[in-house]
């Protein structure tokens, strides 16, 4: 399918056909941060978008890693040494790390996407380790490269004790060849399927993989020269005793163009739109693959007129991750550790789990969010956040009202609060006048009709916080809010 998306990466530039508006705004939030309050898009709209872009990537970049846990450097065998129990205080450092992500997910930014997409792309799955440092080890490369060096990336993330188990590398021995790591490396993580390489290649390859087998269960995995293959191998028609280091540095000087043109179109599927333009894949791709660096490659596209043009907006179905903290961050509304281990169970239930990937090829995202299993469980979280805030107990009612007259302006005019609620959260609002109208009979149901006439009924009105409440629990069931 072509794409309707015919701008150019020029920088955005806001005019008469295009300004720099509240839809656009909240667009480039929501690709970049998973969304933003009312109030942080107003003050977006006084600011100028190429600008925003730099101090969104500024921010990211000067984040670094998160802080290692005080358990990230130890192995079993210290537990063991200590006479502790080590599969309990594991699957305690587990929970931790689970809240630790969604504490991510929630305040870093854009290198949280990042975070995720590479993730997702580097894929592991927590079940084959089940080792809480190992987790830690991964998880950390992945922030401390994804806007880096992609020959870097590639090499570091390779080495990981998570990714030597997952994939295999940790059996891949000189006389006992496992074949898994190298077909996915060029499968994968840099060539695509059936993509500038052979089955001959996958051979040499593995051959030159071998060596990184020392570790027991739970130990971090190291090089033991006695099981490295030394032999001389055929990769790329290049002939010699080659190591780990050799295949990457030979696979990113032989295939440059062809890693180039499968990550930024990666890249741009996740961003701008899951149907590509090719011309605009071919100019990234052909400024990617000078030197691999992520960080001015990310930059151009952000700030173009291609990602901020109208075909670019509402063209991307939102994971579980977008659906609960898009919806947090537009209320401003914070969770405790408790409900942030909540919510990474229940997004996992919704079909992304954080480093429970469905296979190696990752979670397919699109359309493959959505089937009847997951639907539900789609909107679940926001209800429960919902139902939460109206507990008279422990939630805050008047954070609906206070919402209500933040995204209206204050106004009591009924069918401009409804509306500006709807195009909060929804991309491109609903998408006709009669879905406008079911939307406000559903936020007038329990007040008289003639109330909204007579001047009985404003934002100050009783009944206001219910009222929103029941608007957003539908909005949370429209097909548009499953876009972004």
């Not at 056909?17 to 929501?30: E, G, I, M, S, V």
């Not at 992609?150 to 006992?176: H, P, Q, R, W």
């Not at 559903?442 to 007040?447: A, C, E, G, L």
């Amino acid at each position: 399918m072509a794409t309707c998306n015919t701008s150019s990466l020029l920088p955005y530039v806001p005019n008469s056909d295009k300004p720099w508006n509240k839809t656009r705004a909240q667009h480039l939030y929501r690709r970049l941060t998973y969304g933003a309050s009312p109030g942080l898009i107003e003050a977006a709209l006084k600011n100028n978008p190429q600008k925003i872009v730099d101090q969104f990537i500024d921010e990211a970049v000067s984040l670094g890693p998160t802080a290692a846990p005080t358990w990230a450097f130890r192995g079993k065998q210290s537990y063991d040494d200590e006479g502790l129990d080590f599969e309990e205080i594991n699957q305690e450092n587990l929970r931790e790390w689970y809240t630790q992500v969604v504490d991510d997910q929630y305040n870093k930014g854009l290198q949280s996407l990042l975070t995720i997409f590479w993730h997702n792309h580097f894929v592991t799955q927590r079940s084959t380790y089940n080792c809480a440092h190992f987790m830690y080890e991964y998880y950390s490369v992945l922030q401390k490269n994804c806007f880096g060096n992609f020959k870097t990336f590639v090499s570091e993330i390779g080495l990981t004790s998570a990714m030597l188990v997952f994939l295999n590398g940790k059996d891949n021995k000189k006389k006992k060849p496992n074949e898994n790591y190298a077909r996915e490396l060029y499968e994968l993580f840099t060539l695509g399927e059936n993509n500038g390489y052979t089955q001959g290649d996958i051979v040499e390859t593995s051959k030159a993989l071998t060596g990184y087998n020392d570790g027991k269960y739970c130990e971090f995995v190291t090089f033991n020269a006695k099981t490295f293959n030394d032999s001389q191998k055929n990769i790329f028609g290049r002939v010699g005793n080659w190591n780990y280091v050799d295949v990457i540095d030979i696979l990113f000087e032989e295939k440059a163009d062809l890693i180039a043109t499968f990550i930024v179109t990666k890249l741009y599927r996740f961003f701008v739109s899951p149907t590509i333009n090719e011309s605009i894949i071919k100019e990234l791709a052909t400024d990617f693959a000078v030197d691999f660096e992520i960080e001015p490659l990310l930059r151009k596209l952000f700030k173009s007129e291609h990602f901020f043009d109208d075909e670019a907006i509402g063209t991307i179905i939102k994971s579980p991750y977008d659906i609960n903290l898009n919806f947090l961050k537009v209320l401003s509304r914070s969770l405790d550790d408790d409900k942030k281990l909540q919510m990474y169970w229940q997004t996992g239930a919704a079909g992304q789990s954080f480093f429970q990937p469905v296979d190696v090829a990752g979670w397919q995202g699109d359309f493959d969010w959505i089937n009847t299993s997951t639907l539900t469980a789609r909107w679940q979280f926001n209800d429960s956040l919902t139902w939460q805030i109206w507990n008279k107990e422990t939630g805050n009612r008047e954070k609906f009202r206070a919402f209500a007259k933040e995204v209206s302006g204050g106004s009591n005019d009924v069918y401009k609060v409804v509306r500006n609620i709807v195009d909060t959260l929804l991309p491109k609002g609903l998408n006709t006048a009669s879905d406008y109208t079911v939307a406000t009979d559903i936020f007038m149901s329990n007040v008289p009709e003639n109330y909204f006439t007579d001047g009985t009924w404003n934002l100050d009105f009783e009944s206001v916080p219910w009222q929103v409440l029941l608007l957003l629990q539908h909005i949370f069931r429209v097909p548009e809010f499953q876009l972004k």
